[in-house]
Nanobody, 115 residues
Framework: QVHVAESGGGLVQPGGSLRLSCAASGFTFNMYFMRWYRQAPGKERERVATISASGIVTDYGASVNGRFTISIDNANHTSYLQMNDLKPEDTAVYSC????????WGQGTQVTVSG
């Protein structure tokens, strides 16, 4: 059975940092690309970052490039999103997505940046 779960969200002040985790099981983790998305109230879902199955290739949305870092731990079937210099406009529900032969999603974790 496939299971994908995000954690690490919360309330942080502007300029602060958070690290999100996405733990997965039930599929061949190292054969899937992985993306982090976010969606703020009243806005369309936005792709934040992508990482290849090997972890070698990464890509970021323009709004987070230079502040966020995506990584993957294939041994522990977990992906991370390190978020630094957070801004109020980063407030959103963050979700992870594994795509390859199938498409798997987590439920999301709330990140609120407010001071």
């Amino acid at each position: 059975q496939v299971h994908v779960a995000e954690s690490g969200g919360g309330l942080v002040q502007p300029g602060g940092s958070l690290r999100l985790s996405c733990a997965a099981s039930g599929f061949t983790f190292n054969m899937y690309f992985m993306r982090w998305y976010r969606q703020a109230p009243g806005k369309e879902r936005e792709r934040v970052a992508t990482i290849s199955a090997s972890g070698i290739v990464t890509d970021y949305g323009a709004s987070v490039n230079g502040r966020f870092t995506i990584s993957i731990d294939n041994a522990n079937h977990t992906s991370y999103l390190q978020m630094n210099d957070l801004k109020p406009e980063d407030t959103a529900v963050y979700s992870c997505n594994f795509f390859g032969g199938h498409d798997y999603w987590g439920q999301g974790t709330q990140v609120t940046v407010s001071g």
